[in-house]
């Protein structure tokens, strides 16, 4: 059974624009959530990440936005650039139990 | 500071075969975890571990053995290889487990 869930496998945006990514989730006592970023052949990056007791963050042109109640989070990339284009992995955890849970990935790409 | 180093980058194996997937880290970190990633399925955690001397399993644990007897390493063995372990292995790390994880290139394996 998938805990967390990325429900569209890509998405392509015109550079400029904004990207958002969605992630969703089952387990109502994940705590932390994480976006990754991963180009091809390299492993995957840190981008940003919200604790439960949040529901937005951000980090220049990323926002994380996180809907507890829809079990729901959401990246927000503005303005959408060229380099962006990668595969996107949402992650969550739950503290009391040490494991990370990523979703399935969406491959983002960005059009000049 | 090399981060996180993951050796080899890539292996072929026969099926039947044992081998040993290498990961390293010079930071520090309590936390260290493996993961594969398989077409359209995401990472999905093996193993991990909190700290030296302690190590727990992950979702898809069967066909992996793991040990932390050091904080620096956290290598992965295989004892009998099947080809339905051909996928790419991450190592990560992090401080503790809800802070940021750092990834490792990556070992692409192929099970004959």
């Known amino acids: 059974d998938q805990q967390v869930k990325q429900n569209s496998p890509s998405l392509s945006v015109q550079e400029g624009r904004i990207s958002i990514l969605n992630c969703d989730y089952t387990n109502s006592m994940f705590d932390y959530f994480l976006w990754y970023k991963k180009y091809p052949a390299e492993g995957p990056t840190f981008l940003i990440s919200?604790?439960?007791?949040?529901d937005k963050n951000e980090d220049g042109r990323f926002t994380v936005f996180l809907n507890k109640s829809a079990k729901h989070l959401s990246l927000h990339i503005v303005p959408s650039q060229p380099g962006d284009s990668a595969v996107y992995f949402c992650a969550a955890s739950d503290t009391g139990t040490y494991k990370y849970i990523f979703g399935t990935g969406t491959r983002l790409k960005v059009l000049a | 500071n090399a981060g996180v180093t993951q050796t080899p980058k890539f292996q072929v194996l026969k099926t039947g075969q044992s081998m040993t997937l290498q990961c390293a880290q010079d930071?520090?970190?309590?936390?260290m975890s493996w993961y594969r990633q398989d077409p359209g399925m995401g990472l999905r955690l093996i193993h991990y571990s909190v700290g030296a001397g302690i190590t727990d399993q992950g979702e898809v644990p069967n066909g992996y053995n793991v040990s932390r007897s050091t904080t620096e390493d956290f290598p992965l063995r295989l004892l009998s290889a099947a080809p339905s372990q051909t996928s790419v292995y991450f190592c990560?790390?992090?401080?503790?487990?809800?802070?940021?994880?750092?990834f490792g290139p990556g070992t692409r394996l192929l099970v004959l």
């Open positions: 930071m520090n970190h309590e936390y």
């Open positions: 919200i604790s439960s007791i949040k």
């Open positions: 990560a790390s992090s401080f503790r487990v809800q802070e940021t994880q750092y």
